[in-house]
């Protein structure tokens, strides 16, 4: 699946987060972690898990009763495509407003500090 027809709703990355989490997992598992954060009905979660296979964002091994799904995108591409288009559509095209908007508004720990500034060393020695 390229990177442009990755076009995941809010809902479907909910979902994702947990196949990427558990790795594969029955529409019963992903509901009843679904259920954790929201209230969400059983039959809207298997729809939502149904269209996502027609989209090609999870894969469907339907040789047990109980169909079992994973992602078919990786969480990495599915990530640097939604910060690209986030960047484009709502910074300007600009990374350092989108970095500055979230160290601002969110606390980052010491050891995640850490990670950003090794990260921009390493930018720095390109």
Do not use: C
Not at 22 to 39: G, M, N, P, T, Y
Not at 80 to 107: C, D, R, W, Y
């Amino acid at each position: 699946m390229s990177t442009k027809t990755i076009k995941p709703t809010e809902s479907e990355l909910e979902i994702l987060q947990v196949l990427w989490v558990k790795d594969q997992a029955s529409v019963r598992e992903v509901h009843e972690e679904l259920l954790q954060s929201k209230d969400v009905g059983y039959t809207t979660t298997l729809k939502l898990m149904q269209i996502m296979f027609e989209k090609g964002l999870v894969k469907r091994d339907d040789s047990f009763k109980t169909h079992i799904y994973q992602a078919s995108v990786s969480k990495e591409k599915t990530q640097k495509h939604l910060v690209g288009k986030m960047i484009n559509t709502l910074f300007g095209g600009s990374p350092a407003e989108l970095v500055l908007q979230a160290l601002g508004n969110h606390k980052a720990s010491a050891a995640e500090l850490e990670e950003i500034q090794r990260l921009l060393n390493n930018l720095k020695d390109r």
